[in-house]
T-cell receptor, first 116, second 115 residues
């Protein structure tokens, strides 16, 4: 069945290293979201794309985070350099949306990132 | 500031019992409200989406209610099962830009069903 696929599922890295998380959205979906979940903050929207164009990345620390969609089947979230406070679960979600539509987001399994 | 508050933070009930989870929101403008279920170690899964005109919506043993006047929603679970143990998150899209993709998430209610 159709699902959002995220890789890797788990990542442990040292502070200062670059981290790349990947997401394959559900085929046919035109909207891709990146969320971060921590115990303290819950789920926070980092950025989202419509038809591969970034619509909003105001939730993302610009100095170290970057999000791209090289093609319709791949979304990436990079952190460079990583810091211990970036430790969280990062979720990708996709949906079909547009003005006036209630975009239902389908979430992937998440990437659990630990920065030591 | 758009906010979504949920109560209780956590709840433990016996298998077979019913329970009700609460959600209060201040998000404006309002277009719809969603309930998600998140199992441990997994991504959230949508249970229901309620629009402004809907008061009640059911999905199996889950029934969501919405009072847009008081800005409150509830999720009622009937005849709970062990598999209902999860976090239940209330989500309200907000903002006027680009439709309603900017979701404001509640902090969730952690539900534990014990045999």
């Amino acid at each position: 069945d159709a699902r959002v696929t995220q890789t890797p599922r788990h990542k442990v890295t040292e502070m200062g290293q670059e981290v790349t998380m990947r997401c394959q959205p559900i085929l046919g979906h035109n909207t891709v979201f990146w969320y971060r979940q921590t115990m303290m903050q819950g789920l926070e929207l980092l950025a989202y794309f419509r038809n591969r164009a970034p619509l909003d990345d105001s939730g993302m620390p610009k100095d170290r985070f970057s999000a791209e969609m090289p093609d319709a089947t791949l979304a990436t979230l990079k952190i460079q350099p990583s810091e211990p406070r970036d430790s969280a679960v990062y979720f990708c979600a996709s949906g079909f949306g547009g003005p006036g539509l209630n975009t239902e987001a389908f979430f992937g399994q998440g990437t659990r990132l630990t920065v030591v | 500031k758009n906010q979504v508050e949920q109560s209780p933070q956590s709840l433990i009930i016996l298998e077979g019992k019913n329970c009700t989870l609460q959600c209060n929101y201040t998000v404006s403008p309002f277009s719809n409200l969603r309930w998600y279920k998140q199992d441990t170690g997994r991504g959230p899964v949508s249970l229901t989406i309620m629009t402004f005109s809907e008061n009640t919506k059911s999905n199996g043993r889950y029934t969501a209610t919405l009072d847009a006047d008081t800005k409150q929603s509830s999720l009622h679970i009937t005849a709970s099962q062990l598999s209902d143990s999860a976090s239940y998150i209330c989500v309200v899209p907000g903002g006027t830009n680009f439709g309603n993709e900017k979701l404001t998430f509640g902090t969730g209610t952690r539900l534990t069903i014990i045999p």
